[in-house]
């Protein structure tokens, strides 16, 4: 399968985006132990406007750029 440049550049703007969303600081309390993320929209959006693939690399790269950065 061979992804185009526009593929590859919204993927790595998606996952920027998604890793940087989903950080601690970024979300919104709502119970004990519970918070809105904007992570999850962003990951939603890329996915219905680019399809599941690049919806699928969103998530993955963008979870391990979190995971990277807040453990």
């Known amino acids: ?3 185009s ?3 590859v550049v919204v993927i ?3 996952a ?3 890793g940087i969303g989903g950080l601690p600081m970024f979300g919104i309390p709502v119970f004990a132990n519970t ?3 904007p992570a999850m929209a962003i990951l939603a959006l890329f996915s219905v406007l680019f399809g599941p693939l690049v919806g699928f690399l969103v998530g993955f790269i ?3 750029v979190t995971d990277l950065f807040a453990g």
Do not use: S
Request: charged share 15%; proline share 0%; hydrophobic share 45%.
């Open 16 to 18: 920027a985006l998604y």
């Open 35 to 37: 918070t809105l993320k």
């Open 5 to 7: 440049t526009k593929t």
């Open 1 to 3: 399968m061979k992804l």
């Open 62 to 64: 963008g979870h391990w």
């Open 12 to 14: 790595a703007i998606g």
